[in-house]
């Protein structure tokens, strides 16, 4: 019985590499190799923050480094601008902070709709802050919308809000006062309900509208509203 | 540290959920109040909340509308009675227990 070799890694051009460092002068080599690692570190910063899309190093020596991501059907038009982290980066959907945020770096994370989620508020991030929209605070004077669904919903909704108030969808709008833009849009159906001392007097009424607020495409916070 | 009460002055007329709190900042070794609203961060000068605050050079961080200091910063923290009542804003408040 003949045993079968172990499939071969995909060939790197290693021999090309080093026959060319053999013929550059020692100067010159250190120098070129300092630019490649410079540009293989910067590469994926530079087309998350600036939307380019600059080939790796595994993709210019021939190696596909590319995978392959679903793309949201559910999705409606995007407006312009620059697109998403999540649309130019390598990431894949593990890499995601709860399965649907880029890691941009300095701690912050970016939507698919573009929203930021950086460090800010009183409770250190704004992740955490919205958080506190997934449960009921029944002490609390007034409105307090919850979300029903966990934390990946919750940011795919704030996302839907963004992009339904931005494309002018029906029920939806926006205003901005003094840098705050605040935008709404209708769901259609129950997202969560109402909490806080004025849902208890109301009895937790459904909800089916979200409000966000952003300010410089920062999420400050996002909640279900009657 | 976490009051057995919170003090605001009306629900948010931004957000329309938040609360808008008396916050200080001492970090100047005076203690400066302001309010702002617990759910958008938006910031105003008086209990009136006639002037709104300029948020941080970010635009995005809500400051002390004197030092400029980020309200999240060690040396601010949400009033107590005591601190409302050197501010002269205690007639201007609602007290909640939690």
Redesign the interface.
């Known amino acids: 019985m003949t045993r079968r070799a172990p499939p071969r890694p995909t060939p790197v051009r290693t021999d090309t590499i080093s026959s060319a460092l053999r013929i550059i002068p020692p100067r010159w080599a250190l120098a070129i190799l300092a630019v490649a690692i410079s540009y293989a570190l910067l590469q994926p910063t530079l087309n998350q923050w600036l939307g380019w899309r600059l080939p790796s190093i595994p993709s210019l020596l021939g190696q596909s480094s590319q995978p392959h991501v679903a793309p949201d059907s559910e999705s409606p038009a995007k407006p312009p601008g620059k697109p998403p982290a999540n649309e130019t980066s390598n990431a894949s959907p593990k890499d995601l902070k709860f399965g649907f945020l880029t890691d941009i770096g300095r701690d912050r994370f970016q939507s698919p709709a573009g929203l930021i989620y950086a460090p800010g508020s009183e409770e250190g991030h704004r992740l955490k802050h919205i958080e506190r929209h997934l449960k009921n605070d029944p002490k609390r004077p007034g409105p307090h919308g919850v979300f029903e669904g966990d934390m990946q919903d919750f940011l795919k909704a704030i996302d839907e809000t963004y992009r339904l108030a931005r494309g002018h969808a029906k029920g939806s709008k926006q205003s901005t006062e003094a840098g705050s833009t605040v935008y709404e849009a209708q769901f259609g159906k129950p997202i969560g309900f109402l909490g806080g001392t004025l849902g208890a007097q109301r009895g937790h009424p459904k909800l089916q509208r979200m409000r966000i607020v952003v300010r410089n495409e920062n999420i400050i916070t996002g909640f279900p509203i009657q | 540290m976490v009051l057995p009460y ?1 003090i ?1 002055v009306r ?1 948010c007329p ?6 808008c709190r008396v916050r200080v900042c001492t970090s100047d070794h005076r203690l400066i109040g302001c309010v702002v609203c ?5 910031v105003w000068k008086e209990p009136e909340m006639q002037e ?1 605050s ?2 941080g050079i ?4 809500a400051c002390c509308p004197e030092c400029g200091m980020s309200l ?1 910063d060690d040396a601010c923290h949400w009033a107590d009675i005591q601190e409302v009542c050197l501010l002269g804003w205690y007639d201007r408040v ?1 007290v ?3």
Do not use: F, H, M, P
Not at chain 2, 58 to 61: A, E, I, L, Q, Y
């Open positions: 919170l605001y629900s931004i957000c329309g959920e938040g609360l617990d759910e958008c961060e938006t709104q300029a948020n970010d635009g995005v961080t999240w609602k909640a227990r939690t």
